[in-house]
């Protein structure tokens, strides 16, 4: 029997209460567990699938381009080991069908679905809230906040039928304090947060964990026009108390640890991986414009 990524324990207390122990809940890791990384085609979402794979996770990734998918695919599987599996579905994670069918395909190799990092996100707006665009806003939200739900209802509905799971969702610092102008992005995003924290506290009678990690700056390609240089970059390094651009890695490590049985004992977690800047104040994004 293969030792819980999450549930009531493995041992009692001396009155009786149900515990986990270390040694159990840790042996195997996530080797021939099946994980779905949405948005997985590039950067962290990539990052994170080959870090999965890579301790012998089934991998699968899903996004809107095939052809993207299908490289990506490629380089995952030059990490992972003999026997883990990598496979990809071309979904929009606004769609529930799409997504549903994504979650049924990552439980193909073993007919459950262990871990779940719903990462696929973006923005559609930057600036004034006064001055925004109506539909650049409801399609922010409905990438963000709709498509974590929809992602989140399905992958939840899923392991509480088969004992369990883990479920790490993405979120921002810009969903946790302000950075002027990214608000819609940063609303989405706090959205995101509170959900996890809703969805921790509901599926821990079925064995699910559901974390949250709340990436900084990250230099990937999404973030590449900032992480080349300019006053944006040298604002967040300001404000930033290591001092550094974060890299994919640094973000994959961390949800790793919320997907594995090494984190069997927390949920409702939103994990900051920033180098810091919450403790300081949001970016201005202001310095785009000159």
């Known amino acids: 029997m ?67 998918l299908v490289a990506a695919v490629d380089e995952i599987r030059r990490v992972a080991p003999a026997g883990a599996q ?75 039928t088969t004992g369990g799971g883990s479920i790490v969702t993405m979120s921002s ?11 819609a992005y940063g609303a989405s995003k706090a959205a995101i947060e509170m959900m996890t924290r809703y969805a921790a506290e509901e599926l821990a009678q079925f064995g699910v964990r559901v974390n949250s990690v709340r990436p900084g700056i990250i230099d990937d390609e999404l973030m590449a026009f900032i992480t080349a240089g300019g006053k944006l970059l040298d604002d967040y390094l300001e404000q930033t108390p290591l001092g550094r651009v974060g890299t994919v890695d640094d973000v994959a490590r961390a949800v790793r640890f919320l997907a594995g049985p090494e984190s069997s004992w927390i949920t409702g977690e939103l994990l900051a991986v920033d180098g810091g800047h919450q403790l300081r104040r949001g970016a201005n994004y202001e310095h785009l414009f000159g």
């Open 86 to 160: 990598v496979a990809h579905v071309v979904a929009d994670v606004t769609v529930e069908d799409q997504i549903a069918a994504a979650v049924a395909a990552a439980a193909g190799p073993t007919g459950s679905l262990d871990i779940c990092f719903a990462n696929a996100g973006g923005s559609f707006h930057l600036g004034s809230i006064v001055e925004a665009e109506l539909d650049a806003v409801r399609s922010t939200f409905e990438l963000n906040a709709l498509g974590t739900f929809l992602t989140i209802k399905a992958a939840g509905a899923a392991m509480k």
């Open 173 to 183: 610092g810009a969903g946790h304090f302000p950075h002027r102008l990214l608000w």
């Open 2 to 68: 293969r030792p819980p990524l999450a549930g009531p324990g493995v041992g009692t207390t001396r009155k009786g209460a149900q515990v986990a122990t270390t040694e159990q809940d840790t042996a195997g890791g996530i080797a021939g567990r099946t994980a779905l990384v949405t948005g997985g085609g590039s950067g962290i979402g990539l990052g994170t699938a080959k870090a999965l794979a890579a301790d012998g996770a089934h991998v699968t990734i899903c996004g809107r381009t095939e052809d993207k």
